[in-house]
């Protein structure tokens, strides 16, 4: 049993009083480090915690203050509407709440499906849409005990000058590990960014940065408050299929969303494929356009999109499931996942 380290806690009503608490926090710690990306301060926010508890019982941060955001009684931060043809999610939604929302599993049953596949059923009633966004990354040498940490010597991600993935990297490769992150990415998610200073909408897509140590592209103080999946298109086929060691609960070691959207003949417009838990950011795989578009998706476009995905990806040494399994398991679960796109209806 890992106690937790004494922490000062709070669990304002407002959503203005969050931000006021973790904007303090922040301050002294706003200057891009780095990547131009910005350290997270010693106060946090704290959702479901079932991500951030395990990780503070483990002594992975320094936090002096959490921030509960579950009392924040802001309509826009909790469950599914739809406004102007598009889906807004609400940060606080459950995990458990979004796979079984009716809006969502008619409009975007994969996302559902995907928020089905986290954990156990005690995570998905604890955890939350916007604390899978904005997990913390993952890695075998990191998610550890600090006894285990110290006995290795730490490494950059915290406390120490290496890293045990890539030996003389300069940046920390510990992978993005959220279901939701990877389909949000393929369907063009948004999410909206709230601070002190007002707010904003930045894609999914920019939101997730490719440094292992500052993840989001959020400024200390920030929130997500909630997400805005575009409307689907007449004719889009999309799937997502996730490759863990054991079925009933587990982070994916490897995952693979991906978006169609087909002409009434049945040729491809567009397609996009994004393979996660590489490192810390989702990898949309390129150059598919010219493999792809104006035709249909049959077994011969399949092969080609799966070999240009397994040309890009190429998993590390972060997880304990081996690297050259994971490597070899890209196409064929880039070939599970665009069969499965183009069965769905
Ligand atoms: C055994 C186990 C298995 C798991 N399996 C999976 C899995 O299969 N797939 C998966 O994706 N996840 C998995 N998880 C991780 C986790 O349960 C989920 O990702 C969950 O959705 C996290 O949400 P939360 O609300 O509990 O986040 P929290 O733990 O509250 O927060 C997570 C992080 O996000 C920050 N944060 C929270 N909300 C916000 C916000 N609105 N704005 C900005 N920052 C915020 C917190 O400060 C923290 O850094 C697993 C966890 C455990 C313990
Ligand atoms: S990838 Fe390297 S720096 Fe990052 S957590 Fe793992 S060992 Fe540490």
């Known amino acids: 049993m890992l106690p937790l380290p004494p922490i000062r806690y709070l669990a304002p009503k407002r959503l203005r009083d969050a931000l006021e608490l973790l904007e303090q926090g922040g301050r002294g710690r706003t200057a891009p480090d780095g990547d131009g990306a910005q350290r997270r301060g010693p106060v946090l926010p704290i959702a479901g915690g079932t991500d951030l508890v395990p990780n503070l019982k483990h002594r992975l941060?320094?936090?002096?203050?959490?921030?509960?955001?579950?009392?924040?009684?802001?309509?826009?931060?909790r469950g599914v509407r739809e406004v102007a043809g598009?889906?807004?999610?609400?940060?606080?939604?459950?995990?458990?709440?979004?796979a079984a929302d009716p809006l969502l599993r008619q409009r975007h049953p994969t996302l559902a499906g995907a928020y089905r596949q986290i954990g156990s059923p005690q995570l998905r009633n604890m955890g939350t849409v916007g604390g899978n966004l904005c997990l913390d990354t993952r890695c075998t040498y990191f998610n550890q005990t600090a006894f285990w940490r110290a006995a290795l010597g730490h490494c950059l991600k915290r406390k120490g000058t290496t890293c045990h993935v890539?030996?003389?990297?300069?940046?920390?490769?510990?992978?993005?590990?959220?279901?939701?992150?990877?389909?949000?990415t393929a369907l063009g998610a948004e999410a909206r960014v709230e601070g002190v200073a007002?707010?904003?909408?930045?894609?999914?897509?920019?939101?997730?940065?490719?440094?292992?140590?500052?993840?989001?592209?959020?400024?200390?103080?920030?929130?997500?408050?909630?997400?805005?999946?575009?409307?689907?298109?007449?004719?889009?086929?999309?799937?997502?299929?996730?490759?863990?060691?054991?079925?009933?609960i587990d982070f994916p070691v490897l995952s693979v969303a991906a978006v169609a959207d087909l002409a009434p003949g049945g040729a491809c417009r567009s397609l996009r494929v994004v393979v996660s838990a590489l490192s810390a950011r989702p990898r949309v795989v390129t150059g598919l356009g010219d493999l792809v578009e104006g035709r249909p998706l049959d077994d011969a476009a399949l092969e080609r999109v799966a070999a240009q995905a397994y040309r890009q990806c190429h998993p590390l040494a972060n997880m304990t499931a081996d690297p050259a399994w994971r490597r070899a398991m890209v196409p064929v679960l880039v070939r599970r996942a665009l069969r499965r796109a183009m069965e769905a209806r």
Do not use: F, N
């Open 86 to 98: 598009h889906l807004h999610v609400g940060a606080l939604t459950s995990l458990a709440a979004a």
């Open 166 to 184: 890539v030996p003389g990297a300069r940046g920390c490769v510990a992978a993005c590990s959220s279901d939701g992150a990877a389909l949000l």
């Open 198 to 248: 007002g707010d904003r909408w930045i894609p999914v897509e920019s939101l997730l940065q490719s440094e292992g140590r500052r993840h989001l592209a959020l400024l200390p103080g920030e929130l997500v408050t909630e997400l805005r999946v575009p409307a689907a298109p007449p004719g889009r086929r999309a799937a997502y299929e996730k490759l863990r060691m054991r079925e009933a």
């Open 61 to 77: 941060l320094d936090v002096e203050l959490l921030v509960d955001l579950t009392r924040i009684e802001e309509p826009h931060l």
